[in-house]
């Protein structure tokens, strides 16, 4: 038999990370025909002053976008490995498909998470399309999660990665049947220090290069200079939860519910605060209210207005293709937060409702509720409210 599934063409996303690097050298191991792809997602903000941008003369960003140095590394590590790699540049799709929504998620007030689009509409949509155009019959990235076809249904799982801190079926929860039939993640059943330790003993050159934080075309630059880039300011009033003005924000855009720094009135007490602090507790972001253009604060981590006990999700997306029934599951309303257990009702293929049996802390419209059975991540949706 030709082409067996012991001998295929697989195109491996390599990021210029540890993980891609492992992956790929997996693959290799196995017999597999692998061809590296490296995926430019952002133009670099190297542009000389006078460009058309609007920062000062004399500036540039050139230290925080690196995607040129990540290119050198992955380009190092598919030489170690002994395969090809081609640079392809999906700045114009991720403009389009994730930028612009990014922007538009933010203008509206609420805060978007673009690594969950970026899987759908870039990693998983235009490079899968790129592969399979180069003859691929998969494609594999260095994602922690696991997918497994389930032999009764016939569906295939997305499944969390085998590592707790590392896992990211949260950010891959918006792929769908056609795309985990392609998928492979060869690093999802193994923990991270045994990537490192494959790594350094197979002499990878970046087996001990850092694990990428943040977003790409955000970078280590200071989150609020970079969005004052392309949201204008509209200052308007801070308030406490009885209605006295503490201060001036410089946009709603500028900020998440649950923030705590960055809010300009940190040496500033609260006669009489109670319900979770002290004088001396720290302020919170509590609400958003566009309509007047005013923040709402609390002080103290567990003041009522930053607790929910229940949410409304739309743009809902179902690995399955379809809505589980309503049940009792568990949910992530972020990303770095144990499974919460929740009763799901109101699915559809476009929304739902969860009520959660402990109160959940800064549940963030525009961020993502995603449910799991056990270890089986079904889908989810933006939060609404």
Known sequence: MSRSSLHQRIVVGLSGGVDSAVAAWLLKQQGHEVVGIFMKNWEDDDRPAGSGDDRPPGSHDAGYCTSNIDFVDAAAVADVIGIEIEHVNFAAEYKDRVFAEFLREYRSGRTPNPDILCNAEIKFKAFLDHALRLGAEKIATGHYAQVRRNTSTGCHELLKGLDPAKDQSYFLHRLNQAQLGKTLFPVGELRKTEVRRIACEIGLPNARKKDSTGICFIGERPFRD?????????????????????????????????????????????????????????????????????????????????????????DASWVSGHAPAASALAAKTRYRQADAPCSLSQASASSFSLTFGQLQWAVTPGQSAVLYDGEVCLGGAVIAG
């Open 226 to 314: 970079f969005l004052n880039r392309y949201i204008a300011k509209q200052p308007g009033p801070i308030k406490n939860d009885r209605g006295q003005t503490l201060g001036e924000h410089i946009g709603l855009s500028f900020f998440t519910l649950g923030q705590r720094q960055g809010l300009g009135i940190g040496g500033l007490k609260a006669k009489g605060a109670q319900r979770g602090g002290g004088d001396h507790a720290p302020w919170f972001v509590a609400r958003k209210d566009l309509a007047n253009n005013t923040l709402w604060v609390v002080q103290g981590h567990e003041h009522p207005w930053l607790l929910s006990g229940a949410l409304v999700a739309q």
